[in-house]
């Protein structure tokens, strides 16, 4: 079996392996996002990293840090965690990725999922942008931004999702040493 540092996966500047994949995928993936606020295929990517990190950071220090992961017995309890106690907008980014992956949602999910569709994301209008001058003439065209269909038949922006989940993870990583 070959030793996994042959091929360059522990970082040469002495951060964590959670921290390496923040950087290189996350941060990117956002920075690409914010540069195509429209861009649904950019916007996933973005939230796929972001719920991944939780991966990163469970396998990383569960079994020599339990503290930095709540003692949480599973990523999947990690998830929970984190969406009941650090950040709600876990729960739509988790199932946005899930639904991205699996088209359909039918298993339950804990904290309840709030989307079960592939079909519940896309670019929609969120009404006229005002209009500076008030002027009746210039009526200026509609905002259009990615939203999320919830399954109660609300709306919630991407871009608050991944802003709020970001936070999350810049706090837990300065707090937690990450």
Avoid at 70 to 93: D, F, I, M
Avoid at 108 to 127: F, L, N
Wanted: hydrophobic share 35%.
């Amino acid at each position: 079996m070959p030793n996994e540092d042959e091929f360059g996966t522990r970082p040469r500047d002495g951060a964590s392996r959670s921290q390496e994949f923040w950087r290189t995928h996350v941060v990117a993936n956002l920075e690409d996002y914010q540069r195509h606020r429209i861009d649904i295929r950019r916007a996933k990517n973005a939230a796929i990293s972001l719920l991944h990190m939780a991966d990163h950071v469970w396998s990383e220090y569960h079994e020599t840090c339990p503290e930095k992961v709540e003692g949480t017995q599973s990523v999947r309890e990690y998830v929970t965690h984190l969406a009941e106690n650090c950040c709600p907008e876990v729960v739509p980014l988790r199932d946005m990725v899930e639904a991205h992956k699996h088209m359909k949602l039918v298993r339950p999910a804990k904290p309840k999922r709030v989307m079960t569709s592939a079909g519940q994301s896309g670019v929609r209008s969120t009404g006229r942008r005002r209009n500076p001058f008030g002027s009746p003439l210039a009526m200026p065209r509609p905002r259009r931004e990615l939203v999320l269909m919830l399954n109660d038949g609300s709306r919630q922006r991407v871009s608050v999702v991944l802003t709020s989940v970001e936070d999350m993870w810049r706090n837990l990583m300065e707090e937690h040493e990450l």
